[in-house]
């Protein structure tokens, strides 16, 4: 029971992670985060891919599909209405986070980090949750650990899949 309560109770920023490739490609347009500024090291702060259009379907879709596990018996466990929207959030800024440690690195945009590709949105996510709520009661090592494996498994199949329908340049 703890892994289906800690997968729907992730749920939120899965959606929050993925959303912005297809809302943003649907959309056909989209303006940069960073507005094209430069960090001190000569590089994009983020990049083109960091979008204000991403981060605010992220934020909303993660939300919205939040509140229906809330609302269609809570089967995340989540303790207010307001903790997917943490998620959601939590999701977008760790996604972010990578993009900015990926340009500091001097990854392009797209290419792959592994790791922090796969695990940062949920690590972020996960944390922000903790902060303001506390540890979910279905957090234990083995359900965290299944969580982590299920999360790079889903993360590489799902860009793989974009890929296939032309959503991604990439299938990483």
Same mark, same amino acid.
């Given at each position: 029971?703890?892994?289906?309560?800690?997968?729907?109770?992730?749920?939120?920023?899965?959606?929050?992670?993925?959303?912005?490739?297809?809302?943003?490609?649907?959309?056909?347009?989209?303006?940069?985060?960073?507005?094209?500024?430069?960090?001190?090291?000569?590089?994009?702060?983020?990049?083109?891919?960091?979008?204000?259009?991403?981060?605010?379907?992220?934020? #909303?879709? @993660?939300?919205?599909?939040?509140? =229906? %596990? +809330?609302?269609?018996?809570? *089967?995340?466990?989540?303790?207010?209405?307001?903790?997917?929207?943490?998620?959601?959030?939590?999701?977008?800024?760790?996604?972010?986070?990578?993009?900015?440690?990926?340009?500091?690195?001097?990854?392009?945009?797209?290419?792959?980090?592994?790791?922090?590709?796969?695990?940062?949105?949920?690590?972020?996510?996960?944390?922000?949750?903790?902060?303001?709520?506390?540890?979910?009661?279905? #957090?234990? @090592?083995?359900?965290?650990?299944? =969580? %982590? +494996?299920?999360?790079?498994? *889903?993360?590489?199949?799902?860009?793989?899949?974009?890929?296939?329908?032309?959503?991604?340049?990439?299938?990483?």
């Amino acid at each position: 029971m703890n892994l289906a309560e800690a997968i729907a109770y992730i749920f939120p920023a899965y959606v929050a992670n993925g959303a912005p490739v297809v809302f943003v490609r649907a959309l056909g347009r989209s303006h940069p985060i960073d507005l094209g500024a430069r960090a001190w090291d000569g590089r994009r702060v983020l990049g083109d891919g960091k979008t204000f259009e991403g981060l605010l379907s992220g934020i #909303l879709s @993660g939300f919205m599909v939040g509140l =229906i %596990i +809330l609302f269609m018996g809570n *089967l995340g466990g989540f303790r207010s209405p307001l903790e997917p929207l943490v998620l959601s959030l939590g999701a977008m800024c760790g996604d972010i986070l990578g993009a900015f440690l990926k340009r500091r690195m001097g990854i392009e945009r797209g290419r792959p980090a592994p790791i922090l590709d796969q695990l940062g949105f949920l690590a972020v996510a996960l944390a922000s949750a903790y902060v303001v709520y506390g540890p979910p009661r279905w #957090l234990d @090592g083995y359900t965290l650990a299944a =969580i %982590i +494996l299920i999360t790079v498994a *889903l993360h590489l199949s799902t860009n793989a899949g974009a890929y296939l329908l032309g959503l991604k340049d990439r299938p990483y």
